[in-house]
């Protein structure tokens, strides 16, 4: 499989903004960007569906936007009013196949699901893009 690809990673002070990038082909029906700080669980930022629905994580909402353009591939993140807190490696993610659900973004034991009920994973995943906040 072609593993996903992401961009637009770097360091700002507090209140910056970054936009993240991801390239992704093939068929997809959950797609989102996940973050993992140093000692700290993955957890899921934002998601959007196959109907551009988007879901946030409480943190995060007012702040990032996630985009998806279906002509270019590219899933993207917008972030703003970036806070130390913010620090992580950042990490796209898409679910290959998939069904008529709302899609997930709960991580638990290292793992990803796109549908927690049905145990169903986030099946691609780039390889990261370090995001930077100083205060």
């Known amino acids: 499989q072609v593993p996903l690809v992401e961009s637009g990673g770097g360091s700002v002070q507090a209140g910056g903004s970054l936009t993240l990038s991801c390239t992704v082909t093939g068929y997809t029906f959950c797609m989102g960007w996940f973050r993992q700080a140093p000692g700290k669980e993955r957890e899921g930022v934002a998601i959007?569906?196959?109907?551009?629905?988007?879901n946030y994580a409480a943190s995060v909402k007012g702040r990032f936007t996630i985009s998806k353009d279906n002509a270019k591939n590219t899933l993207s993140l917008q972030m703003n009013n970036l806070i130390p807190d913010d620090t992580a490696m950042y990490y796209c993610a898409a679910l290959v196949g998939g069904g008529n659900w709302v899609c997930d973004m709960n991580c638990s034991g290292g793992v990803c699901y796109a549908n927690i009920p049905m145990g169903v994973r986030y099946n691609r995943w780039g390889q990261g893009t370090q995001v930077t906040v100083s205060s």
């Open positions: 959007i569906d196959n109907k551009n629905s988007p």
